[in-house]
């Protein structure tokens, strides 16, 4: 498995609940503190955490690093993006029901936003571009999402679709599988699950998998049932609010995931791409309502004169 993504303090706050109590014990610690946790030996971690080095150690290669100095840097360096970037780390997404619309625009925005630039902050490049020029080449590209990652899943295949990259997006499970079944090597099965546990994208990819098709699941778990069977994985991070669980908050980021490996196939196809967009804007044109805005502003300059 490769090209697993998600910004480090994201994936802490999705798995860090679901991990083993002493592993779950550092990452709220991380999560309490980030900055104290960016300068701290791995000795003042394990007793910050009630842990010991060791606990420490395995928990940092539990997410993918070779040991605790490679975690510090990464919790270090995604500290310091949010500085810049003067998020608010403690920022509340707690709405009421009779709060202003006001300040129910900044709490969706804030934690939208702190999705999205956590998610771009994990994001494996190369990884995308594997799969970008997997796609630009494909000879099928299937996509599989329900609820609210079906909406990223169909909105991925109608861009690919007016690019003239052959996709389809299935909701139906028996068609998924069914179309599943006949893929193959050249081919990708994009499968897009929050948990990372949907049965019915579970089996599908796995279907998929099984003929030889490149599989790339995009979750918010990377240590998943669905990112155990992907050859590629990008894990996407979300922030709930009041009213938006974490199913629903996902969708931005995995839009984000999505655009990207949109840009990058464009990239690779950019003659064959610019055609097509042209020709499929020349197609609807007609069905636009002409733009009068600058005849009028003509037409009173003209009269002023």
Avoid: C
Avoid at 40 to 48: G, T
Avoid at 224 to 230: N, Q
């Amino acid at each position: 498995m490769t090209g697993e993504s998600g910004g480090l303090l994201g994936r802490l706050r999705i798995e860090g609940p679901t991990m083993p109590e002493a592993l779950a014990k550092i990452a709220e610690t991380i999560l309490g503190d980030p900055e104290t946790a960016a300068h701290a030996s791995i000795v003042d971690l394990a007793e910050r955490s009630g842990t010991s080095t060791a606990t420490v150690t395995r928990f940092s290669r539990t997410l993918g690093f070779k040991g605790y100095a490679n975690l510090r840097v990464a919790i270090a360096t995604e500290t310091g993006r949010a500085e810049q970037a003067r998020w608010e780390t403690d920022i509340s997404g707690d709405i009421a029901p009779d709060d202003p619309l006001t300040d129910v625009l900044g709490v969706v925005t804030a934690a939208d936003t702190r999705a999205i630039q956590a998610t771009a902050a994990g994001l494996d490049v190369a990884a995308v571009e594997r799969v970008a020029a997997a796609i630009a080449g494909a000879g099928r590209v299937e996509i599989f999402g329900l609820g609210s990652s079906g909406t990223a899943g169909r909105e991925m295949a109608f861009r690919l679709e007016r690019i003239r990259i052959p996709v389809w997006y299935r909701s139906d499970s028996h068609t998924a599988l069914t179309n599943a079944a006949l893929l193959g090597p050249g081919d990708v099965a994009i499968g897009l699950s929050h948990s990372g546990r949907t049965r019915e994208v579970l089996e599908t990819m796995a279907e998929a998998a099984d003929h030889g098709a490149m599989t790339v699941a995009v979750t918010s778990f990377g240590r998943s049932p669905l990112a155990e069977v992907a050859d590629v994985v990008f894990t996407t991070s979300v922030h709930e609010t009041t009213f938006r669980v974490a199913a629903l908050s996902a969708l931005h980021s995995q839009l984000l995931v999505l655009d990207l490996i949109y840009v990058a196939v464009a990239q690779r196809t950019y003659e064959r791409t610019a055609e097509a967009l042209e020709l499929t804007v020349r197609a609807v044109d007609a069905h636009r309502v002409p733009d009068t805005t600058n005849n009028r502003k003509r037409s009173r300059r003209d009269k002023a004169l």
